[in-house]
């Protein structure tokens, strides 16, 4: 059994490493003279090599492991159909906020819970949310949906009806489908088929925002600011309310970059900078943490002057400057390292959206 149970830890950590982006909850039991490999994995690859490997263990092995997403009725994909979805670490109100996705945000459904849903978001990050946060799809209808006239939300904005009721509050970033422009309103439809009105100048044409995609720095800067005093949450990621790295993924996202969820796995991407203030750029990403273990704990993003613009009980500029005002010695105490993503080719830790097979159709 030991050999067994090595087997398994060196293919999860081969194919699974990190559990906030797959899943490898599997157990391997003796049963009869029988050896059972059961739970559940994302990762075929993962499912090949373990079976690989205990049929060169054991003469018979019983096969119960489930590979994720879980057919059923509908297509695997779902729209985020509310302004703001929760994502929780357990199917249930009570466990801990892990993250949340925005109105119009593409997931894929990995299996269903009774009122909850285990999701995928195209950070490749994974909990639950309640199905009513979201629109289920079958595979011609998220097809459509990529290829559809779509709108993205520049401004927080309310979408109302004819009678000028409230039908969905909407925030930056969210995307919608374009019903009709009618002189300076726009008509929009949300996945789950509510349709209102909003402001023109609250909207962008999606594709006219695509083709705009650049990492430009005084961008990032500019909507990073506009993001001041926002109070800081757990898990969030919107510009209701954000964490250290949902603040830093939400700049990034309304310049047209995915990237990933938590400030522990954003500092593997990019470009590493030597902890020198003069070497830093607008729009670098600076991680501080624990140096002893080198463990991240928080990511803020490089605004200039020797000055940086992060979350922390609120949206806030902080300096590394010891002369400045807002000087942080904690922060100073506490740097890790930084991180270049402007400049550098698409990678798994930072993806354009306009190559996102999730967002559009790509030819």
Not at 56 to 61: A, E, G, P, R, S
Not at 63 to 77: A, H, I, K, T
Not at 214 to 236: F, I, R, S, T
Not at 282 to 291: A, I, M, R, T
Request: glycine content about 8%.
């Amino acid at each position: 059994m030991h050999e067994v149970a090595m087997e398994l830890e060196q293919v999860k950590q081969k194919y699974v490493p990190d559990t906030r982006v797959a899943v490898f909850d599997v157990e391997v039991l003796f049963r009869n003279g029988d050896l059972i490999i059961k739970g559940e994995t994302t990762s075929n690859d993962a499912k090949a090599d373990l079976l690989n490997h205990l049929n060169k263990i054991h003469k018979t092995v019983i096969d119960s492991l489930v590979v994720l997403p879980v057919s059923n009725e509908f297509g695997c994909y779902a729209l985020v159909t509310i302004s703001v979805a929760n994502l929780r670490e357990f199917p249930r109100h009570s466990s801990q906020l892990v993250s949340q996705i925005i109105l119009g945000t593409p997931v894929k459904v990995l299996k269903t819970d009774g009122d909850w849903s285990l999701v995928q978001c195209p950070d490749k990050y994974i909990g639950w949310t309640n199905n009513s946060s979201l629109t289920n799809l079958s595979d011609e209808e998220f097809q459509n949906w990529k290829g559809s006239k779509r709108v993205i939300i520049l401004n927080d904005a309310w979408l109302r009806d004819e009678q000028g009721m409230v039908v969905c509050d909407m925030v930056k970033g969210s995307i919608v489908e374009l019903i009709e422009k009618d002189n300076s309103e726009c008509k929009l439809a949300l996945p789950d088929g509510r349709q209102g009105k909003v402001s023109e100048d609250s909207i962008l044409d999606f594709e006219t925002w695509l083709n705009k995609i650049d990492l430009n720095p005084k961008a990032l800067v500019e909507d990073a600011k506009n993001l001041l005093g926002l109070p800081y949450l757990w898990g969030g990621t919107s510009s209701k309310a954000l964490d250290c790295s949902g603040f830093v993924k939400t700049i990034y996202f309304l310049n047209g970059y995915v990237l990933m969820r938590d400030a522990s796995q954003q500092i593997h991407y990019g470009e590493g900078i030597d902890l020198d203030l003069d070497k830093l750029k607008q729009g670098d990403l600076l991680f501080f943490g624990n140096k002893e273990a080198n463990k991240v704990t928080h990511v803020g993003m490089y605004i200039g002057n020797h000055e940086f613009i992060h979350a922390s009980g609120f949206v806030m500029i902080n300096s590394l400057d010891s002369t400045r005002v807002n000087f942080s010695k904690d922060r100073l105490l506490s740097w890790l390292g930084a991180q270049r993503y402007v400049g550098q080719e698409e990678s798994e830790g930072m993806v354009s959206v306009a190559s996102h097979p999730w967002y559009v159709l790509l030819k």
